[in-house]
Every structure is written in C-alpha cells, then in structure tokens.
T-cell receptor
C-alpha cells in the first residue's frame, strides 16, 4: 500500500528565512503525482505546488519549490523568504497516475509557524 | 466566484444520533470529493462523485455513512447512527472536469464531535 510520511510534526522559521519541509512516500508505481497543500488557520486547504513523477525538473511556484528525488522517493518543499502568511499546516499528498481522480494519500501534516 | 462551501462549520452530537453534512461545490465543477481527518491521523479520501454518480467510494468506512448528490449539484454526507470514532473534520473538495490531476478546491471543513 502506498504511504506518505511527513517526519516533522512541527517546525518554525523566522520571517524572511528559508525553511524546508520533508516528505517521503512509498510506492511501487512509476508514474504518479505529488502535491503540497497548505491549510491556514482559517482551515481552507489550498494547493501550493504539484509535480508529475515523469518530469525530472523540479516544480516551482514563486517562493515555493520542491526537491523531487524519485529514486529516494522524497518530495521536500522549500519556502524561501518566509512570510507570516505562510503559517499553516502543510500536507504532502500522493496520487497514482492511473488512479481515481481525487483519491489522494496524505501525510499527517507539518505545522509551520513563521515568527516575526 | 464563490468557493466550495460547507455547513455546518461545527456539529456536536451524541452517540447514536444522525448528522447530515452539506457541501456546495464551485459552480460548473462536475467532480466532488469527500475526505475525513480524524484527530492526529492522516486525511483520508472517502469518495468521489462525477455529477450525480459515485465514481469511487472505496474510502467510505462503513454503511453508517451515506453520501448523495442528487441533481449533480450540492452533496450531503449523512452519518447514521454516529459513533465516537466518527469525530473529526470532514472536508469537501471540487474540481473541473478534465485531467486526473486537475486542481482541487477545498471547503473549510465541518468539525464533527460525537460525544
């Protein structure tokens, strides 16, 4: 069975600094999708970034980038120039390429606090 | 454009009672999903509607849970009778018709507490 592991339950970072959130996953599939979702204290979860496993280039979205290491089954999220609004729960998620749409496998989440 | 809305935002009920959660997806989103996060555990997929049809209900925990989407618009998730282990946050999400990795838009969730 596929699993997603986020080994850091909580993290904190100073405003303007860089932080990296870890995510590892376990699958025997070769093609799949990986996602990072952010859930601010208001609780509405939003997509931060996504990566297709067949793409070697790491995805980036403004201050957010990933380090996708397929062989190591690692998918870390780097947040540069952290802002107070980045304070949130961050969830890493996996989806099979041929799987049912929306049938995501989530990690337990990392609570990130950005301190002024 | 209105986002995905869920209500109630909180519900406190006693064991054995019935609760119905509602989700209104973004207009035009054929796909609607339900998820649940039990305290301290991962968010789990429950099921996926395409319009009014259940595309995948592999995550539904047992027959105490009934999801409907009559007319292909809003959806309800009924828990009857509720048990203590049903406590958690129930999320709904929707997406446009399209590719399997289409972006999901989530609601704020319903916090269900079963006492």
């Amino acid at each position: 069975a596929q699993t997603v592991t986020q080994s850091q339950p909580e993290m904190s970072v100073q405003e303007a600094e860089t932080v990296t959130l870890s995510c590892t996953y376990d699958t025997s599939e070769n093609n799949y999708y990986l996602f990072w979702y952010k859930q601010p204290p208001s609780r509405q979860m939003i997509l931060v970034i996504r990566q297709e496993a067949y793409k070697q280039q790491n995805a980036t979205e403004n201050r957010f980038s990933v380090n996708f290491q397929k062989a190591a089954k690692s998918f870390s999220l780097k947040i540069s120039d952290s802002q107070l609004g980045d304070t949130a729960m961050y969830f890493c998620a996996f989806m099979n390429y041929g799987g049912s749409q929306g049938n995501l496998i989530f990690g337990k989440g990392t609570k990130l606090s950005v301190k002024p | 454009e209105a986002g995905v809305t869920q209500f109630p935002s909180h519900s406190v009920i006693e064991k054995g009672q019935t609760v119905t959660l509602r989700c209104d997806p973004i207009s035009g989103h054929d796909n609607l999903y339900w998820y649940r996060r039990v305290m301290g555990k991962e968010i789990k997929f429950l099921l996926h509607f395409v319009k009014e049809s259940k595309q995948d209900e592999s995550g539904m925990p047992n027959n105490r849970f009934l999801a409907e989407r009559t007319g292909g618009t809003y959806s309800t998730l009924k828990v009857q009778p509720a048990e203590l282990e049903d406590s958690g946050v129930y999320f709904c999400a929707s997406s446009r018709p399209g590719q399997v990795n289409e972006k999901l838009f989530f609601g704020s969730g319903t916090q269900l507490s079963v006492l």
